[in-house]
Nanobody, 125 residues
Framework: QVQLVESGGGLVQAGGSLRLSCAAS????????MGWFRQAPGKEREWIAG????????YYADSVKGRFTISRDNTKNTMYLQINSLNPEDTAVYYC??????????????????WGQGTQVTVSS
């Protein structure tokens, strides 16, 4: 129903910043709660942030609190992830995901129905 495309990844030095984008098309974006996940080499996919349909509520994994900021602009059908103070442990493929259903836990990847293809973030030391 909806297509999600991430962008904004790249190579950055430790201590730097990136802003990732997730563009949605083919659905009613404002009716989806959204989340960001990442998967580092050799590790399982990890939930890092979630945001409510209006953007009024944001949720973060402990590992990224204070450094990452999730936001959305429903007029642009786009979700964002601002990443500050990057360190090499942040190196991963970052995915956005959406769920059109009411309820569910933001941190449970099983509730999300739609996924992007991912964007690579590489942090050098």
């Amino acid at each position: 129903q909806v297509q999600l495309v991430e962008s904004g990844g790249g190579l950055v030095q430790a201590g730097g910043s990136l802003r990732l984008s997730c563009a949605a098309s083919g659905g009613t974006f404002c009716r989806y709660k959204m989340g960001w996940f990442r998967q580092a080499p050799g590790k399982e996919r990890e939930w890092i942030a979630g945001i409510s349909r209006t953007g009024g509520s944001q949720y973060y994994a402990d590992s990224v609190k204070g450094r990452f900021t999730i936001s959305r602009d429903n007029t642009k059908n786009t979700m964002y992830l601002q990443i500050n103070s990057l360190n090499p442990e942040d190196t991963a493929v970052y995915y956005c995901a959406g769920d059109s259903d009411i309820g569910g836990s933001y941190y449970d990847e099983g509730v999300y129905d739609y996924w992007g293809q991912g964007t690579q973030v590489t942090v050098s030391s």
